[in-house]
């Protein structure tokens, strides 16, 4: 078995352990001549975190407990906000929230969009692992780039996912039968009709 990189006390597993800023300023996935989809990225160092309590902390689901995909949705999210005139702001993790959306977000008229899905993991030695977390986040920057939606470091996606499950860290099941699915996405929210680039967005992990 390869070797494992821990990340914010979570095991991280895979061949490409180490993504280098050379490899993401050099913007290698780009499929535009847009230089305002080629942003700064978003750091973990930036990151705000704001702990769910009482009432905002979910009711776990017990070990015997059936579980159906999708149904069930642990006490923390993730969000960065982009713009075109800006880029990313400032990234937070915070209690799971409902989202305000203007009717002509153009998520919702031209399905500007994209997300990908991975897994972590509790092992027997009860430590919480992410198999490959890296070929996800590339391959989430490749469809970005053809989406033609911004940029993002795969290194910093990662961190701040592995500090999401670290804080969550008890929805991890106490099982090698389950895992708890993650799923990170990207929305365009400019309130305006027509085709076009999305002038402003949301990243998003839960």
């Known amino acids: 078995m390869c070797a494992a990189v821990k990340v914010n006390g979570v095991a991280i597993y895979g061949r490409?352990?180490?993504?280098?800023?050379?490899?993401?300023?050099?913007?290698?996935?780009?499929?535009t001549n847009d230089s305002t989809l080629r942003t700064k990225p978003f750091l973990y160092r930036d990151l705000k975190v704001v702990r769910a309590t009482g009432a905002q902390l979910r009711p776990k689901?017990?070990?015997?407990?059936?579980?159906?995909?999708?149904?069930?949705?642990?006490?923390?999210?993730?969000?960065?906000?982009w713009n075109v005139s800006k880029g990313w702001g400032q990234p937070l993790i915070s209690p799971l929230h409902n989202f305000d959306l203007h009717p002509a977000s153009k998520v919702l008229h031209y399905a500007i969009e994209l997300f990908e899905g991975m897994k972590?993991?509790?092992?027997?030695?009860?430590?919480?692992?992410?198999?490959?977390?890296?070929?996800?986040?590339?391959?989430?920057?490749?469809?970005?780039?053809?989406?033609?939606?911004?940029?993002?470091?795969?290194?910093?996606?990662?961190?701040?996912?592995?500090?999401l499950v670290n804080i969550d860290q008890e929805w991890v099941p106490r099982t090698t039968a389950s895992s708890l699915y993650i799923?990170?996405?990207?929305?365009?929210?400019?309130?305006?009709?027509?085709?076009g680039h999305p002038n402003a967005l949301r990243k998003l992990a839960q």
């Open 120 to 163: 972590a993991y509790r092992g027997v030695d009860n430590k919480l692992r992410l198999f490959r977390p890296e070929m996800n986040m590339e391959r989430m920057r490749r469809s970005a780039a053809r989406s033609a939606l911004p940029d993002f470091s795969a290194t910093e996606m990662i961190k701040i996912i592995s500090e």
């Open 16 to 31: 490409q352990l180490a993504l280098s800023a050379q490899r993401f300023a050099s913007t290698t996935y780009a499929t």
């Open 183 to 195: 799923r990170p996405a990207m929305i365009a929210l400019d309130p305006t009709l027509g085709v």
């Open 61 to 81: 689901p017990k070990p015997d407990d059936p579980l159906k995909f999708g149904h069930n949705f642990s006490d923390h999210m993730f969000e960065v906000d």
